[in-house]
């Protein structure tokens, strides 16, 4: 059991600065999701946690030990790779056995280990065979049972699920969830799906650039993103966005739509003549024209999901928005549709991307004081 | 379909005139040494009759006791060096590819010099530094001389196997505590069993077939090799065809044995990456 924290890291390859200035505390037993889009150097930051690369500058500590000099093996951390980096001539006992062994386990301890993790992942029938006679899903919790027998304190997990199917998928994440909620160790998880790191975490990490967006739950992210990219990468179909400008600040601030219309805005850190990006969620628009935000266009196309319908549409200027109706919306492409939400559902962006106003009211943690 | 059987038939005619043109002289060198001398230049194409067949080179070959030592020679010569260029050239290559150091490309480029330079260029130089060492006439000369001249290639072939091997292999053995030596031993290693086994007959049949250095360094009584000690039955003026061709046939047997011993994984490593 450890905490994890990085203080004001940075990791350069050559000249290009892959990550800027990160600092995080991961509380013991967490369950922390890196989120971002590929390239965002979450990858890098795990592999620094892990000790495969070293920090360019910054500290690393885990369980309040400082460990940049620190070898990988006595990080006390074990990690799951996303193409499962499986021994491919060692039966699947073996791989799994094989950190143990040269940690100097004892015979039987080591079997005693390889077992009960093999009986906790339904790996029992398979411990004879080879990695390359097993289904990805077989491979992938052998990959997470070569990581529980390390009796790690940190969990690292690299895009686990990124090579299996839909449905797969899905039950790894439960069975993910379930082991985490078993062993209570502190785990840390990379991966660039949302919807995994809104279901599994305990609190996200958004990267984006080499930089920290945003670090909060699940829901807090969802319902009040600190920044432009947040609000665009957490949640799916994702935050339709408009630009507007403020055209009064007195008391409340107005705001005036670019494709026409207005919308009366709560007091926040804003003044006339700013440039500003206002964004509702899809689930928030109803295509009853009612509320406080509306929005008339042409709809495109009408989305049957089942238990809802998303209406993608184009206004006047060409943006996009979709909204997601009740699924017997009676909504049908080619016809004009005035989409509306509530104030509660309207968040506004500076230009510099920072929240100024969440859910219908101005921000707290807004981290740029416009 | 019939343009496919016709393309299909040139590809095999293709093949088995090369198999030919290339086991016809081994063949002609076994069936010789089976023949009297007056059958092998008689008719040395045909096969061994009742009436030509005879035992008498083998007899000479075999007689001479020495012969014995001279394949225990070869033999040591041909598997300890391939010992050492397989061991010394994996970790070279591992090293080369794995750690970035200082000089890293120089040193690699220095080993693929020793692909494009012939090391018998060096055959004054290296005779002088063995005297200089007291090492002509010994097999340690031979071995030292066929490691390096096996080295090159050896690690240019094996760097690019283990180049193929996926990084996060090596990272999964590093965050299991495994050390470096045993990520190379463990892990490494077996992986590259194909790629070894190929750089072994690379490497073993010149050394088996070498009859410049062993003249040069270990032409001496007690370590003379097979090649060295076939040379004495070609005289002057009279060649002992039967025990000559009698004892080439011989020397087929140990390389032969060792191919048979690592192609099953050659033909994987001569075909590996070649599909992806």
Known sequence: MAEVSLKGVSKSFGTVEVLKDINLDVEDGAFVVFVGPSGCGKSTLLRLIAGLEKTTTGDIFIGGRRVNDVPPAERKIAMVFQSYALYPHMSVYKNMAFGLKYAKAGREEIDQRVRQAAETLQLTPYLRRYPRDLSGGQRQRVAIGRAIVREPAVFLFDEPLSNLDAALRINTRIEIAKLHRALGATTIYVTHDQVEAMTLASKIVVINKGQIEQIGTPLDLYHRPAKLFVAGFIGSP?????????????????????????????????KAGDVVTLGVRPENLSDQPGGDFRVAGAVDAVEHLGESSLVHMHLDDGTVVVVRTPGDSAVVPGSRLTASAPLSAVHAFAQSGAAFISGGVASTNTSDPA | MNKQRLSRLVV?????????????????????????????????????????????????????????????????????????????????????????????????????????????????????????????????????????????????????????????????????????????????????????????????????????????????????????????????????????????????????????LFSRSLVRGLTAGAVK
């Open chain 1, 238 to 270: 994702q935050m339709n966005f408009v630009k507007a400008k403020i055209v009064g600040a007195d008391g409340g601030l107005t705001a005036k739509l670019d494709v026409g219309g207005e919308v009366r805005l709560p007091p926040a850190p804003a």
């Open chain 2, 12 to 260: 095999h005619a293709a093949l088995v005139l090369y198999t030919c043109l290339a086991v016809g002289p081994i063949l002609l060198i076994l069936m010789n040494s089976f023949k009297s001398r007056k059958a092998i230049f008689g008719s040395p194409l045909s096969p061994p009759s009742e009436s030509t067949f005879t035992l008498v080179g083998y007899d000479s070959v075999l007689a001479k006791a020495d012969f014995g030592l001279y394949f225990v020679n070869s033999l040591t010569v041909t598997i300890v060096s391939l010992a050492l260029v397989l061991l010394t050239g994996a970790m070279c290559a591992w090293a080369l590819t794995e750690y970035r150091f200082r000089f890293n490309a120089v040193i690699g480029l220095y080993m693929a010099i020793g692909i494009m330079v012939p090391i018998r260029l060096g055959s004054v130089s290296i005779l002088k530094m063995m005297v200089g060492l007291k090492l002509v006439n010994t097999l340690t000369a031979l071995i030292l001389v066929y490691t390096a001249m096996g080295l090159p290639l050896a690690i240019f072939i094996l760097a690019e196997f283990i180049q193929q091997v996926p990084r996060d292999l090596r990272d999964a053995a590093r965050c299991d505590g495994v050390s470096e030596y045993r990520i190379f031993y463990a892990v490494i290693l077996p992986l590259i069993r194909p790629a070894l086994a190929t750089v072994a007959v690379f490497t073993m049949v010149p050394i088996w077939n070498d009859l410049w250095f062993p003249l040069i360094l270990a032409p001496g009584r007690g370590t003379q090799t097979v090649t060295l000690g076939v040379q004495q039955f070609i005289g002057q003026y009279v060649t002992d065809w039967n025990a000559v061709l009698a004892a080439l046939s011989l020397a087929i047997a140990p390389i032969l044995l060792l191919y048979v």
